[in-house]
């Protein structure tokens, strides 16, 4: 069974290690010491508190109906305009995220650099990579 170091833990949670820390000590992590006095945390238990901060965060905001799942909350960062199409960045914790939609549409939502978006995804092709 594979086991995360904090900081692992930390940057696949997109928080800080002394964020790990503090859920581990109020018993929200499950986390044990290794030989040298590491705190490691077992991937299912990773796994299991990723997808509930996801649900947590879900019932927390106000989310709207729809069926794409994966949702990146994030800061537009640039945003290019032409004539009739726009690029639109968010920088969603590590994640950077493109986005070609319509000027039109770029207007109507008023996104502009600094404005909070939330990026969603839907697709039929997903690869993923082991590291």
Known sequence: MRSYTSQQAARLLGVSADTVRRWADAGRLPTRRDETGRRLVDGPDLAAFAVELARQADE???VPYTSAR???PGIVTAVKLGDVAAQVEIQAGPHRLVSLLTREAVEELGLEVGV???ARVKSTNVHIDRV
């Open 70 to 72: 994966n949702a990146f």
């Open 60 to 62: 927390a905001d106000d």
């Open 116 to 118: 909070e978006a939330v």
